[in-house]
Nanobody, 126 residues
């Protein structure tokens, strides 16, 4: 599986962006997909994850720092996972990465994911 993240950019505080993670491979629906971010001088951190599913039913989970502002969703027909980011804050500024893993027991550690996309820069100005 190859992952391609896109949709980053420069936005003012309070604005919104939608990131996309496009995947190659016919078994994309079998992968749990996570979003992580890394701010300058900081370690990469978990943002959100959505479970794999061959139906329309998924579960999702979020870091406390983005809960209520970010929404993760997936469209298996398009092999794409989205991260809708609303009410953006300057502290959301980071490079955002998407990652894919097969049924991880814990979706928050980076080690749960096998495949990683390149990052997309999100910059939120105050």
């Amino acid at each position: 599986v190859q992952l391609q993240a896109s949709g980053g950019g420069l936005v003012q505080a309070g604005g919104y962006l939608r990131l996309s993670c496009a995947a190659s491979g016919r078994t994309f629906s079998r992968y749990t997909v996570g979003w992580f971010r890394q701010a300058p001088g900081k370690e990469r951190e978990f943002v959100a994850a959505i479970s794999w599913s061959t139906t329309s039913i998924n579960w999702s989970t979020y870091a406390d720092s983005v809960k209520g502002r970010f929404t993760i969703s997936r469209d298996n027909a398009k092999n794409t996972v989205y991260l809708q980011m609303n009410s953006l804050k300057p502290e959301d500024t980071a490079v955002y990465y998407c990652a894919g893993g097969v049924a991880p027991t814990d979706v928050r550690p980076q080690t749960s994911y096998t495949y990683w996309g390149q990052g997309t820069q999100v910059t939120v100005s105050s």
